[in-house]
Nanobody, 122 residues
């Protein structure tokens, strides 16, 4: 099983980016995005269930949108109105395939991709 995130880059405050996370090997009911800024712990950003039910961290709600294309085994994170404090390595993650309950805890996710860096300049 592999998760591969892509789409990171260097942008200015107020810009937008879209991250993608493709999975290979199998599909998952619950997938999420986390991020880790320098010197900080990895934190929850957003999650999506197989039925496209979503949850967001308060810090990104209204600016970020998580979505999925089940036919492509891919999830997306559309990030709008980016702020310097959004700078971090963004990781996609998946809960064990049999699990359908969403979680905001990183410990609940069994599969992780290598991350993609998002840098927002002021």
């Amino acid at each position: 099983v592999q998760l591969q995130a892509s789409g990171g880059g260097l942008v200015q405050a107020g810009d937008s980016l879209r991250l993608s996370c493709a999975t290979s090997g199998r599909s998952f009911n619950v997938m999420g995005w986390f991020r880790q800024a320098p010197g900080k712990e990895r934190e929850f950003v957003a999650a999506i269930g197989l039925d496209s039910y979503t949850r967001y961290a308060d810090s990104v709600r209204g600016r970020y949108t998580v979505s999925r294309d089940n036919a492509k085994n891919t999830i997306y994170l559309q990030m709008n109105n980016l702020k310097p404090e959004d700078t971090a390595v963004y990781y996609c993650a998946a809960r064990a395939p049999s699990i359908t309950v969403m979680s905001t805890s990183r410990r609940a996710y069994a599969y992780w991709g290598p991350g993609t860096l998002v840098t927002v300049s002021s």
